[in-house]
C-alpha cells in the first residue's frame, strides 16, 4: 500500500474505534460488529489472505474490547447499573467458553465465520425487535436461577470466542428477556460480564495464533497490535461518552438503533461469507 492508502486505513481504524467506543458505552456492546468488518476489509485490501485476515480482526477485537469493556463497566457501575454478583457468574462460565470458541475458531475457514456471525448478529437483531413489548424495566422481577446465568455465560462465551464479539450482541437480548434484566441494567452488566469473555477469547487466540505464519508486521500469535493502539486510543475516549448518552437516552430508543445496527451489520457478513465461499 502507499502512503496515502496506509493514512485513509489508520483514519477509518481511529473512526471505527471511536464508534466501537460509543457503542460499547451505550449499548454494552464490544464494538465488534462494526471492527470486525472493517479490519477484514483493510487486511484483504493491503493483500493480506481472507483466512489470516478475518482470524486477526477477530483477535484484535476481542483484544480491544477488554480494555474497554472495563472502562465502560467502570463508569456504569458510577450510575448503578452494573450487577456485578450476576455479571460476575455469566463472566465466569464466559471466559471459559470464550477460551474453547477461540480454539475451536482457528480451525474454520474465513468464509465459515464470517457467516456464523452474520448469523449471530441477525438473529440477534431480529429477536430484539419482535420481543420489545414482552421487556421488564422492574428490577425486582430479575432472574434468581443460577442455572439461567451459567447458560447465558456459556452461549455469550462461545459466540464471543467463535466470531469475536464481545458477547454483549448474545448477552443483552438473553438479560433483556430470558433474565429479566431491566434494559438500562442489561447494558451495564453485559459491559462487565464482557471483560471476562473477551479475557478468555484473547487468551484462546494467543495461544492458538502461536507458530503460525503472520504475514502481518508486528503480529503477535493473531493479534495486530498496530490497529489495537488505533483503535484503543479513539475507543476509550468515547466509550464515556457512550456511557453519559446511554443514562440520556430512553430505552426503547436505545433498543431500536441496537435492533437496526445489528441487521445491517449481520446481513452485510453473511452476504460477504457467502461470497467468500462461492469465490
Known sequence: MDETSLFIAACLLLIGGSIAGTFAGFLGIGGAFILIPLQFLILTYMGYPPDIAMKTAIATTLCFTFPIALNSAYNHSKKG??????????GANGFVFSFIGAYIAAFLSAAALSIIFGFIV?????????????????????????????????????????????????????????????????????????????????????????????????????????????????GIVFSRFGVSLSHKTDPKKIRHVFSILTFLIGSFMIINGAALWIG
Open 81 to 90: 447499573t452494573v450487577l456485578w454478583k450476576k455479571s460476575a457468574l455469566i
Open 122 to 234: 441477525l438473529a440477534t437483531s431480529i429477536k430484539t425487535k419482535t420481543t420489545a413489548k414482552k421487556e421488564n424495566e422492574d428490577e425486582s422481577r430479575i432472574s434468581t436461577n443460577p442455572v439461567s446465568y451459567i447458560i447465558c455465560g456459556m452461549l455469550m462465551g462461545l459466540a464471543s470466542g467463535l466470531v469475536g464479539i464481545g458477547g454483549g450482541l448474545i448477552l443483552i437480548p438473553l438479560m433483556i428477556f430470558l433474565l429479566k434484566f431491566p434494559t438500562r441494567n442489561a447494558v451495564g452488566s453485559s459491559s462487565a460480564a464482557i471483560v471476562f469473555t473477551s479475557a478468555g477469547g484473547v487468551c484462546g487466540y494467543l495461544i492458538s495464533g502461536m507458530g503460525i505464519e503472520n504475514p502481518i508486521p508486528y503480529a503477535i500469535g493473531y493479534i495486530n497490535p498496530v490497529f489495537w493502539v488505533l483503535l484503543f486510543v479513539s
